[in-house]
């Protein structure tokens, strides 16, 4: 067996979530805060109108044309951003492998990469997978600061922007700073847009305007979360033409290509599932900054910003351990999130709470229920294996 997969642990949201689902299975109902997704009401998926015979086959390994021609436009329309759909985009299955196949291609062994805290909980593990060392700049420092954290080891940062969990939007100065940064010091720059539409306003800029130029620019997106999909797995990078060759060998031999009829289904429909998705993200981004704000009427702190479905609560005045208390929400409250442990070791004391699948009614119940369970002196010490056990669930560890 593979050491460094021995290593790996599982990831803390799935398994989270993986036991809401057993949960489920046994007809419990759960008040499910812990998805990383938001549901929209969908077009209804009519294939009738694609040629479905070529859909049973392989199609391009970079993603069919028509499809990269659409995301070009989408991301000069709606973000600033001109790039190539000749030789400066790629689409595969999923945003997830292309960070992945990003980091084989820019990265040596034992490259470091620097990740700003609250961070997706995969990037570090896919970091240590090629080969490579994760560092981390605590979630309280700001982008001023970054500079002191970079060594001559560093080859690469990534920014989540907006940010999940935090729900952080970066402003333009901010990257072109961190841009300027990795320029000086040769460095490569990856930003994770997933979350590009789940904004209300024009506070996010991306990386692509910010920046104009591709050299050691590489960012990622995902037709999956920005429009409901998350199932589809249809993921895409943009960057310059050299990296976009290397990252097609390794789809080749990866993936092959995102799934044919799915990105033909895409295509052809793109433009009504993107005016049908987009006002309803920028729906649920204002559900969020509501519940953000009842949230704090009932006494709790959350980290700054304004956009995604997520919200990250600052439970560093419990005393006992969050994780074990995420454990009892879930096993005993049937209220499911995430602990802040799984986005960075400066986070272990916050939870990550996403409202993208609930009633603004049963999140509210939610955090009045939560906040009921915090000031109980009692449930300072919680013998989580005790509750799995009682469960019959398996442990995270």
Not at 56 to 63: F, L, N, P, R
Not at 65 to 84: A, H, M, P, T
Not at 383 to 397: A, G, I, R, W
Request: hydrophobic fraction near 40%; charged fraction near 20%; aromatic fraction near 10%.
């Amino acid at each position: 067996m593979n050491p460094i997969v021995k290593s790996i642990p599982q990831a803390l949201s799935v398994y989270i979530n993986q036991l809401v689902y057993k949960l489920k299975q046994r007809q419990f109902n759960i008040i499910t805060l812990s998805l990383g997704e938001a549901y929209f009401n969908i077009p209804s998926i009519d294939f009738n109108d694609i040629d479905f015979e070529a859909g049973y086959h392989y199609s391009d390994s970079q993603g069919l044309f028509s499809l990269r021609k659409r995301i070009s436009d989408y991301y000069y329309n709606s973000y600033g951003v001109k790039c190539s759909p000749e030789n400066e985009i790629l689409i595969t299955a999923g945003s997830k492998v292309v960070i992945y196949m990003a980091m084989l291609a820019v990265l040596k062994k034992g490259d470091e990469v620097l990740t700003h805290e609250p961070a997706w909980l995969s990037y570090q593990e896919q970091v240590k997978l090629v080969g490579g060392v994760s560092s981390f700049i605590p979630y309280d420092a700001s982008v001023e600061s970054f500079e002191s954290y970079i060594t001559n080891k560093t080859r690469l940062i990534i920014i989540n922007n907006p940010n999940n969990p935090q729900g952080k939007v970066y402003s333009k100065s901010e990257m072109q700073l961190i841009h300027r940064l990795c320029l000086k010091y040769d460095i490569y720059l990856l930003v994770d847009e997933a979350y590009s539409d789940f904004v209300d306003g024009d506070d996010f800029c991306s990386a692509g305007k910010a920046i104009k130029k591709l050299d050691n620019l590489i960012i990622v997106n995902s037709l999956s979360k920005n429009f409901g999909m998350s199932g589809w797995r249809i993921g895409y990078v943009i960057t310059n033409k050299e990296l976009t060759q290397e990252l097609l060998k390794l789809n080749q031999h990866l993936i092959t290509c995102a799934p044919t009829p799915l990105m033909m289904y895409l295509d052809k429909h793109f433009d009504a599932i993107l005016n049908t998705t987009r006002q309803q993200a920028v729906l649920v981004t204002k559900k969020r900054n509501r519940i953000v704000k009842k949230a704090e009427s009932l006494g709790f702190t959350c980290l700054p910003g304004s956009a995604t479905f997520y919200i990250f609560i600052d439970l560093n005045k419990y005393l006992g351990s969050v994780y074990d208390l995420t454990l009892y929400l879930l096993l005993e409250c049937k209220i499911a999130v995430v602990p802040g442990l799984a986005y960075g070791g400066s986070t272990e004391g916050f939870i990550r709470v996403s409202v993208g699948t609930e009633s603004e009614v049963d999140i509210i119940k939610a955090l009045k229920e939560i906040q009921t369970v915090i000031n109980n002196p009692s449930l300072l010490k919680i013998d989580v294996d005790l509750l799995l056990k009682k469960n019959n669930l398996p442990s995270f560890y």
